[in-house]
């Protein structure tokens, strides 16, 4: 982490406004070549990639409709490297200057994102559970280069002021597109090391991955203390039997956690 690392208060009056920041430079190039390092020991988990696994998350191939693995939630478990970035002081500071109070660790997650990858549709992360932190921020850490070329994530300014605009029933749900002004959008660009913050509420897309190279991401959440302290544990509880449920929906019993 880069160790001068201070927000200034424009940084922190534009996110307020605007509903995400870009942070240059956080990570060191070592600490980035050591994150790839365990990205690339990460993938080799056979034994944990698996389609009945629930911390495994899956997307399709753009050109062939192959289901292929995506993401590893949560990873600081597996991860010592991860655990160690999701809760260095530091990156947690940058957090909390913009809750202008102590931030928890609330999710974890290890995007791959392997060439074809489809991407996602407009959607805001927040997710309208009674347990759900309001404070919700998404933090991403590059590992690679984001461009629009590997579908960088495109965020949507200004609206996170509207605060949820899905319905509110505990339930995952993409935005239509004339939900927010298009020629708005932001993309997202980031060097290995750089690190985007966005606003629970931000909404934001992401376009297929054309490249031939993943694009990988360090993809963690946070919430203000004053929002539920920390909880991480309790949400990966209540998310696990979140996620059973959904698979049984669609004939999937047989799921487990590993």
């Known amino acids: 982490m880069n160790p001068n690392l201070v927000l200034t208060q424009k940084q922190i009056a534009d996110y307020q406004t605007e509903g995400f920041l870009v942070v240059r430079g956080v990570l060191a190039l070592a600490a980035v070549a050591e994150l790839e390092a365990e990205a690339v020991r990460l993938m080799q988990r056979t034994d944990l990639i698996d389609s009945d696994n629930i911390r495994c998350r899956w997307q399709n191939c753009v050109a062939t409709g192959e289901c292929r693995?995506?993401?590893?939630?949560?990873?600081?478990?597996?991860s010592p490297i991860c655990a160690r970035i999701a809760r260095d002081p530091r990156l947690v500071e940058i957090v909390s200057a913009l809750f202008g109070e102590r931030a928890h660790l609330f999710k974890d997650k290890l995007i791959f994102k392997p060439p074809g990858a489809q991407g996602y549709a407009l959607h805001q992360d927040y997710i309208s559970w009674k347990s759900f932190p309001k404070s919700f921020v998404t933090v991403s850490v590059a590992i690679d280069s984001s461009d629009s070329g590997n579908g960088a994530t495109e965020v949507f300014p200004g609206y996170q002021l509207c605060g949820c605009m899905t319905p509110e029933?505990?339930?995952?749900?993409?935005?239509?597109?004339?939900?927010?002004?298009?020629?708005?959008?932001?993309?997202?660009?980031?060097?290995?090391g750089d690190v985007a913050i966005f606003s629970g509420y931000t909404p934001h897309r992401s376009a297929p991955n054309q490249s031939a190279q993943s694009r990988r991401l360090l993809y963690l959440s946070y919430n203000a203390n004053s929002d539920g302290g920390d909880q991480r544990d309790a949400h990966y509880a209540e998310f696990k039997s979140w996620l059973k449920d959904r698979y049984a929906e669609h004939g999937k019993t047989n799921t487990f956690f590993r």
């Open 69 to 78: 693995f995506d993401c590893f939630d949560p990873v600081i478990d597996i």
């Open 169 to 192: 029933d505990g339930m995952y749900h993409e935005l239509p597109l004339e939900t927010v002004d298009v020629a708005k959008g932001v993309m997202l660009e980031l060097a290995p």
